[in-house]
């Protein structure tokens, strides 16, 4: 298994303003990925980011307003640029585990409301 | 594209009852079927998974899911619920091969009355 942390656990923004979302895995991992639950919603991928290489973006999402860093097989950062309210939502790091029967795991989520 | 359709938003059970929360997919080849509960300010939790093999399948807290590739479908079952088993119920999908790049489904919010 693995144990994901994520900084901020929630935050309130003023609009206009940027807020990078940590996640830190407690192994070494190849692809870690960013998904986000707007309030009632379900979960939508944003972002596939793989160490060394630049992220992949889901349709509909653009790097310059999320850009994402992953310096490190264990570590990656997601900020959300230029907020407005209808960024408020939960963003949540997943990571994929295992071999032949291979698994997500999931952060505890950045709670994010923008005013 | 892949996707998953859940079409029951809210669903209320009493304590000790079975429940059955449903779940439909859309995938051209063998999909990779999951189903995650996440609880109030929690993150996502796995409650089982399907890759191959028996279409039965156990995961944690009791719960079980049958794969049916005629009906598309990826029901989650439990025999008795518990009070503590209320929460939101997520049912997702992967392409083959991988858990990577889920697509959920809008999810259940299960009630329990007491």
């Known amino acids: 298994s693995a144990v994901i942390s994520q900084k901020p656990s929630r935050d309130i923004c003023q609009r206009g303003t940027s807020l990078t979302i940590q996640c830190q895995v407690d192994?070494?991992?190849?692809?870690m990925f960013w998904y986000r639950q707007q309030p009632g919603q379900s979960l939508t991928l944003i972002a596939t980011a793989n160490q060394g290489s630049e992220a992949t973006y889901e349709s509909g999402f653009v790097i310059d307003k999320f850009p994402i860093s992953r310096p490190n097989l264990t570590f990656s950062t997601l900020t959300v640029s230029n907020m407005s309210p209808e960024d408020s939502s939960i963003y949540l790091c997943s990571v994929e585990l295992g071999g032949r029967h291979t698994e997500a795991f999931f952060g505890q989520g950045t709670r994010l409301t923008v005013v | 594209a892949q996707s998953v359709t859940q079409p029951d938003i809210h669903i209320t059970v009493s304590e000790g009852a079975s429940l059955e929360l449903r779940c439909n997919y859309s995938?051209?080849?063998?999909?990779?079927l999951f189903w995650y509960v996440q609880s109030p300010g929690q993150g996502l939790q796995l409650l089982l998974k399907?890759?191959?093999?028996?279409?039965l399948v156990q995961g944690i807290k009791g719960f079980e899911a049958e794969f049916k590739r005629s009906q598309s479908s990826f029901n989650l079952r439990k025999p008795s619920v518990h009070w503590s088993d209320a929460a939101e119920y997520f049912c997702?999908?992967?392409?083959?091969?991988?858990?990577?790049?889920?697509?959920f489904g809008t999810g259940t919010r299960l009630q329990v009355t007491l």
């Open positions: 995938y051209g080849a063998t999909p990779y």
């Open positions: 399907y890759f191959s093999g028996d279409t």
């Open positions: 997702a999908v992967g392409a083959t091969g991988t858990a990577s790049k889920l697509t």
């Open positions: 192994s070494q991992v190849t692809m």
